[in-house]
T-cell receptor, first 114, second 113 residues
């Protein structure tokens, strides 16, 4: 069964450094998402992406964050200048349609900011 | 606004016990409802879904019924197994508000032999 893959599984970065989290969505999917889960808290929506542009973003997704689909397969999340509070598990997801289509999630990248 | 409230965990059950994990929601419009499961070290996997009132989603012995009158989507299984040990997330997709899912806090289930 096709799956969403994320790399790396664990990223440790110094505060203030830039970090790029990578995702390969399911190949025929059209909608792509990033979520995060701070330890012990809810899974929170960050951003959705469709047709090479952001379709929706949350308040969390400020100017420090950006997303890109640099080629036909990868979908990346960049955090420009990391803060301690960015430490979380980041999940990539994709879906064939928007709205109420199920979203398929990767295994996540655990980001630790020191 | 849109939100999901899930039963607090952790939940510990003996094998073959009956499972209920409560989920209630607040939403505008007519949302779709989902249950996801996260096994240790893995991502969120879709367990079941229901897209309209009175729909029942089912998969792997788990069931949940979309109850509009009580704004609930409780997860049930008649006889749990050790392999069901995982974290379960209730999620809502608001039909009118775009693509994002709203998740509950997750309920950790441990099944002991």
């Amino acid at each position: 069964e096709p799956e969403v893959t994320q790399t790396p599984s664990h990223q440790v970065t110094q505060m203030g450094q830039e970090v790029i989290l990578r995702c390969v969505p399911i190949s025929n999917h059209l909608y792509f998402y990033w979520y995060r889960q701070i330890l012990g808290q809810k899974v929170e929506f960050l951003v959705s992406f469709y047709n090479n542009e952001i379709s929706e973003k949350s308040e969390i997704f400020d100017d420090q964050f950006s997303v890109e689909r640099p080629d036909g397969s990868n979908f990346t999340l960049k955090i420009r200048s990391t803060k301690l509070e960015d430490s979380a598990m980041y999940f990539c997801a994709s879906s064939f349609g928007g709205g109420n289509q199920p979203q398929h999630f990767g295994d996540g990248t655990r980001l630790s900011i020191l | 606004g849109n939100s999901v409230t899930q039963m607090e965990g952790p939940v510990t059950l003996s094998e073959e016990a009956f499972l209920t994990i409560n989920c209630t929601y607040t939403a505008t419009g007519y949302p779709s409802l989902f249950w996801y499961v996260q096994y240790p070290g893995e991502g969120l996997q879709l367990l079941l879904k229901a897209t309209k009132a009175d729909d029942k989603g089912s998969n792997k012995g788990f069931e949940a019924t979309y109850r509009k009158e009580t704004t609930s989507f409780h997860l049930e299984k008649g006889s749990v197994q050790v392999s069901d040990s995982a974290v379960y997330f209730c999620a809502l997709s608001p039909q009118l508000a775009g693509n994002q899912f709203y998740f509950g806090t997750g309920t950790s289930l441990t099944v002991i032999p």
